[in-house]
């Protein structure tokens, strides 16, 4: 369980994990277009409101109000009322000084005039200071035919009014500097730039008037854009943890009935040897047996190896399997075979038998002083499944013959090894496989095969076994091409052990009854 538990964070956290790292760079991303955009917002009202000032100022210059005569003060006061965004227009000299603004009446200041606009060189923003207070002031101002300039003073808060998502209203400043540096007007909620340990910032530029606005915002502030997305993230991983849980539970739950099943049947001893007799030939007696493993269910069904070699092949259970089977033999035969030395037992092994040197420690346990001898043994290697590891193999076999035993190459011609696995592993005894006998007498071409696989096990110093012989007429041709050895239907299928003992009783001489004879 805590397995599953381990897998399911696992599966839950891993993507949590990664989607949250995408949404941050995502969020880094994202928050800068979102400051650029509420900057670019800001240069966009900027020029509205001095747009619309510069209109009403030039409205004033065209009908005449340029100086401070009471007249024309009324005139600029109307269209300052008129106004939604001027506070003030009042008329400076030359130098820069104001002489008069209405409403409000004259206050002596100076105006920062920076350098005129390109667009339009009558026309300049910059900033008053009040005298008093120090409060600075943007204004716009057009240059009047007569040397004077009218001013407008802007209320501070129209050029940067509030904007952008509200997870950001409280966490950002924006300021309008002029082209000289200087600050023109800001907006700011109380929120200290200097005070947050990471901040981001963009700008932005007119390109009608000189200004440029500079946008800073909390960084933490800006990873709240990802929240929803964030959300999403957890929902989904806690699900896929979920999912992945409940798939571990079930497969894990499933393998265990099967497994438990299967495990318990082998502890049971549920698998149980037959025995193939093996015939020799040319003389008609009984040379031993092949081993093939028969499942015997509890309410008396016998199962074939078909239908669960291949799942205890991939668990491992083989192993276990061949074990039994091995031990069966001893029970089951020894007290024949030690009378009969001359009798073989061959015995399956599979592809998981060559990854260690196990099976030799096994066999040892098994047989050592058992009556059966080593030389008693042979173990056959299927051609059918690739060995992983040759030269492990080859050591493997090595050891087994090194103890007295013999090594087959079962179902040759039908595998992947072929001739190199003869080769290669050091084979003592070759199985003609039942495609091949089949075809005896009926196929030019199987008689060749089995022709030279017999030339080629004369060579070599290799014994043979015809496997599935099923019909008298292949006996006869066997023994012209100087086959000896033969296992099949025609003799005997696979039977239980009190069968078999029969035969060997029958078929098999007694050691001393042979030297008696
Ligand atoms: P195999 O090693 O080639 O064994 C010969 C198979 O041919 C056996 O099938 C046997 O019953 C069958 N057979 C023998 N003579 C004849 C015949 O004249 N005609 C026909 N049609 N069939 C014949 P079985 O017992 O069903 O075993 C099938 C395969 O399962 C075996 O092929 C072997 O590869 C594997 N096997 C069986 N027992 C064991 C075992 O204990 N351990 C391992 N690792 N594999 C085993
Ligand atoms: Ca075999
Ligand atoms: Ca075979």
């Known amino acids: 369980l ?7 964070s696992v599966v839950a956290t891993a993507p ?31 020029e509205a409101v001095i747009g619309e000032g510069v209109a009403a100022l030039r409205g004033l210059a065209d009908a005449g109000h340029t100086d401070c005569r009471p007249a024309h003060r009324e005139a600029l006061a109307e269209a300052a009322f008129r106004s939604l965004h001027i ?3 009042g008329i400076a000299d030359a130098d820069g000084t ?27 923003i910059g900033v008053v200071e009040a005298p008093g207070s120090g409060e600075r002031h943007a204004i716009a101002a057009l240059r009047a035919d007569n040397g004077m300039r009218i001013i407008a003073r802007f209320r501070p808060e129209v050029l940067l009014e509030g904007s952008g998502p509200w997870f950001l209203q409280d966490f950002y400043e924006a300021r309008v500097f002029l082209e000289d540096g200087s600050e023109w007007s800001s907006r700011s909620s109380g929120w200290d730039p200097a005070r947050d340990p990471s901040t981001v910032s963009e700008a932005a530029h007119s390109s009608r008037y000189p200004l440029r606005v500079i946008v800073t915002a909390s960084a933490s502030a800006l990873e709240q854009t990802m929240m929803p ?3 999403l993230s957890i929902i989904v991983s806690v699900g896929f943890g979920f999912l992945a849980a409940a798939i571990a539970l079930w497969t894990t739950w499933s393998r265990d009935a099967a497994s438990d099943d299967f495990s318990r049947a082998v502890q049971r001893g549920e698998f149980v040897p037959y025995y193939q007799p093996v015939m020799n030939i040319a003389s008609g007696e009984l040379e031993g047996c092949e081993v093939l493993v028969r499942w015997v269910r509890p309410d008396g069904t016998i ?11 991939a668990t491992g259970l083989i192993r276990e399997i061949t074990r039994s089977l091995m031990r069966q033999t001893v029970i089951d035969l020894a007290d024949l075979y030690v009378e009969r030395p001359k009798l073989k037992i061959g015995i399956n092994l599979t592809a998981s038998h060559f990854i260690d040197h196990e099976i030799i420690d096994e066999v040892r346990e098994i047989y050592e002083g058992s009556g059966i001898s080593y030389s008693q043994l042979m173990f056959e290697v299927t051609e059918q499944h690739p060995l992983k590891d040759i030269r492990l193999a080859r050591a493997v076999i090595n050891r087994i013959q090194r103890l007295g035993s013999a090594v087959a190459l079962d179902d040759v011609g039908t595998g992947h090894g072929g001739l190199a696995y003869l080769q290669q592993l050091g084979i003592d005894i070759i199985k003609i496989d039942k495609l091949f006998i089949d ?8 008689d060749k095969i089995v022709d030279t696989l017999v030339e080629l096990a004369n060579t070599l110093g290799m014994g043979i076994i015809a496997e599935g012989v099923e019909r008298t007429e292949q006996v006869e041709l066997l023994r012209r091409i100087g086959v000896t050895s033969a296992q099949g239907y025609v003799f005997s299928p696979p039977i239980p052990a009190a069968a078999f003992r029969e035969r060997v ?5 007694r050691k001393d009854s042979q030297i008696a004879a």
């Open 2 to 8: 805590a397995k599953i538990v381990a897998v399911a």
């Open 16 to 46: 949590m994990l990664i989607f949250n790292a995408v949404l941050s760079s995502h969020a880094a991303g994202e928050g800068r277009s979102e400051l650029r955009y509420i900057a670019e917002r800001a240069v966009t009202r900027a």
């Open 87 to 89: 506070r003030q227009i």
């Open 98 to 124: 104001l002489l008069c603004a209405e409403p409000m009446g004259p206050l002596a200041m100076d105006v920062e005039m920076p350098a005129a606009t390109g667009a339009d060189p009558a026309t300049v």
């Open 229 to 231: 997305l964030r959300r």
């Open 303 to 313: 199962v074939s190896p078909a239908a669960f070699l291949p799942y205890s092949e």
């Open 439 to 446: 075809k005896l007498g009926e196929d030019i071409h199987s």
């Open 505 to 509: 009783i029958a078929l098999a001489p």
